[in-house]
T-cell receptor, first 112, second 114 residues
Framework: EDKVVQSPLSLVVHEGDTVTLNCSYE??????LLWYKQEKKAPTFLFML????IEKKSGRLSSILDKKELFSILNITATQTGDSAIYLC????????????FGTGTRLKVLA | SAVISQKPSRDICQRGTSLTIQCQVD?????MFWYRQQPGQSLTLIAT?????????ESGFVIDKFPISRPNLTFSTLTVSNMSPEDSSIYLC???????????FGPGTRLTVL
């Protein structure tokens, strides 16, 4: 059965800290891995990763994929209170039909 | 990516009633998707809605409970029928961006069933 596991489930840090969020997966016919930030209802797209070892970067956020070890990490440096959110990892796979399997997310809280 | 709007943004409903959620995209998209996110849980795909054909439902979801319409390439509806408190969730519609590998979500509908 396809599955996506995120860790830690929750995390509390102080402003300025650096955090690393983890996403491991076991899916049939991997296509891509997506990271989202969910603050209220709608997940906001952050990154799409398809190739191992190539870092995607956007400001203080960066992410990388390891297709051999079947995991991805999302790094946030110099955290701010506005980074407080749930971070979701989704893996696109073609087991029958092409669909995304979501992890349960990491709830990040950044304290001032 | 196409911009998605959803309505209602939230609703509180009585057990046994039905609610129809509307999803509007500002440009034509081939595939639209409906997800559910129960409290404290991750997103679960309900069904894929393609224009001109029946929706494809995921395991555990049936058309009688979650009928979907897709009358054109910019609009879809999801109805949550005969609601129970277990249907209290956030319901999200989405579409895939160019290249089909990126998925974008609407603002979501927060449903509470009493």
């Amino acid at each position: 059965e396809d599955k996506v596991v995120q860790s830690p489930l929750s995390l509390v840090v102080h402003e300025g800290d650096t955090v690393t969020l983890n996403c491991s997966y076991e899916v049939t016919n991997f296509r891509s891995l997506l990271w989202y930030k969910q603050e209220k209802k709608a997940p906001t797209f952050l990154f799409m990763l398809t190739s191992s070892g190539i870092e995607k970067k956007s400001g203080r956020l960066s992410s990388i994929l390891d297709k051999k070890e079947l995991f991805s990490i999302l790094n946030i440096t110099a955290t701010q209170t506005g980074d407080s959110a749930i971070y979701l990892c989704a893996v696109g796979a073609t087991s029958g039909t092409y669909k995304y399997i979501f992890g349960t997310g990491t709830r990040l809280k950044v304290l001032a | 990516s196409a911009v998605i709007s959803q309505k209602p943004s939230r609703d509180i409903c009585q057990r046994g009633t039905s609610l129809t959620i509307q999803c509007q995209v500002d440009s034509q998209v081939t595939m639209m998707f409906w997800y559910r996110q129960q409290p404290g849980q991750s997103l679960t795909l309900i069904a894929t809605a393609n224009q001109g054909s029946e929706a494809t439902y995921e395991s555990g979801f049936v058309i009688d409970k979650f009928p979907i319409s897709r009358p054109n390439l910019t609009f879809s509806t999801l109805t949550v029928s005969n609601m129970s408190p277990e249907d209290s969730s956030i319901y999200l519609c989405s579409h895939r961006g160019g290249g089909l590998d990126t998925q974008y979500f609407g603002p979501g509908t927060r449903l509470t069933v009493l």
